[in-house]
């Protein structure tokens, strides 16, 4: 199949002075883009959903502040009040959604940066802002071409003799959750770059549909072999079919591998198990959280009941019935394969050795 010329899908556009985000909400029917002036429009794109996808909602988040603080008169501020401003923003911004940990983590980093400003003027301190808020984003591209690289060379390995793979994947991970490109989905794009997928199966992923509106407008629009099925297909494609591996992205990972992702990809893992499937998560280390040790600190998200009884508007659920609607759920690490990042391929116990490489990194 011929690779596509066509533009890459972008879900963030970012000019200084000028930010918008795709509208998630209305795709695929609609491609509208929409401004983002303040902290406040961030909040309420990722509360509402608009923007999506763990790396997405720490790059808009952090974003959002700096186009924020490029508009405002700082003449009245000093640095240390400038500096509570920062926080109190970043603090609101975590309030937005609490499962994914890119954006705590962001605010941390950004946090650590400005504690230890010594300078005098307002300005240095918001260009530190800025210029950390624009490196995330163009270092998050980066970040999952080397993820998709590192996971083509996963499978690959796994698979000795396989002219072509297919796997298997859940929710979306790729350009419309990230900078550009993907994580799971960067795989996926990876070896098809490389002529070595046969097809990738996407579930539905209910309630909301991130895979068949979102991962299915991205795989068409890059002429990717694909296939859609719905999330209870999944034993049965695994049983009938036959599967190379699966590759999943994540919210938030624990120091021992234990990986929260989109409610669903627990029982993915399950179904691998019992049908010998290799699992493997995706990730840029931004997703490790060093504050945890193990899964059962991470907070699952529950959302509103009309995700799961309204589908665009038509109910499809009567009036009055009781739900339950948690958005992610938690994969315990042993029955992941292995957590792929922009560093490597890792075992999930490793998870603390994949930070303590990424923080020799450079400083952003
Ligand atoms: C690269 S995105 C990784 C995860 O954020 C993704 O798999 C996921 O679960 C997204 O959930 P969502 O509720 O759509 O934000």
């Known amino acids: 199949m011929a690779t596509s010329q066509k533009a890459a899908l972008e879900s963030i556009r970012y000019e200084k002075g000028k930010l918008e985000i795709l509208d998630q909400l209305l795709l695929p029917s609609k491609t509208v883009y929409i401004p983002i002036t ?6 309420r794109a990722i509360n509402t959903m608009q923007i999506r996808g763990a790396p997405a909602i720490a790059i808009l988040g952090m974003l959002s502040l700096s186009i924020e603080l490029q508009s405002m008169d700082l003449s009245g501020y000093s640095t240390e009040q400038l500096c509570q401003w920062i926080v109190q923003k970043c603090d609101r911004l975590l309030t937005s959604r609490p499962t994914a940990v890119n954006l705590r983590n962001a605010r941390e980093h950004l946090v650590n940066l400005i504690s230890s400003f010594k300078g005098e003027s307002v300005d240095e301190l918001k260009n530190i802002v800025v210029q950390y808020a624009e490196t995330l984003l163009k270092e998050d591209i980066v970040t999952n071409r080397l993820i998709g690289d590192h996971g083509a060379d996963a499978i690959l390995s796994i698979t000795p003799g396989v002219q072509k793979v297919t796997v298997l994947t859940i929710c979306n991970t790729g350009s419309l959750a990230t900078a550009g490109y993907g994580t799971a989905l960067g795989v996926v794009r990876s070896l098809h770059a490389r002529g070595k997928l046969e097809m990738v199966y996407f579930l539905e992923t209910r309630p909301y549909n991130q895979g068949s509106r979102l991962t299915a407008f991205e795989l068409l629009h890059d002429e990717i072999p694909a296939t859609l099925i719905c999330d209870s297909m999944a034993a049965w494609l695994m049983k009938s079919r036959h599967v190379d591996a699966i590759v999943v992205g994540a919210d938030n990972v624990a120091l021992n591998g234990d990986l929260a992702n989109k409610v669903g990809t627990y029982a993915l893992a399950v179904l691998a ?25 991470i907070i699952i998200e529950e959302r509103a009941p009309d995700e799961l009884t309204v589908f665009q508007g038509i109910r499809t659920a009567p009036v009055g019935v009781h739900v339950w609607n948690p958005a992610f759920d938690i994969t315990p690490h042993h029955l992941i394969s292995g957590i792929i990042t922009e560093l490597g391929s890792f075992q999930p116990e490793k998870m603390g050795d994949a930070l303590a490489i990424a923080s020799g990194k450079q400083p952003l």
Request: hydrophobic share 35%; glycine share 10%; proline share 10%.
């Open 273 to 297: 198990h019992y049908h010998n499937v290799p699992f493997f998560g995706a990730v840029p280390t931004t997703t490790i959280n060093p504050a945890i040790s193990n899964g059962s600190a």
């Open 38 to 43: 303040n902290v406040e429009d961030g909040w």
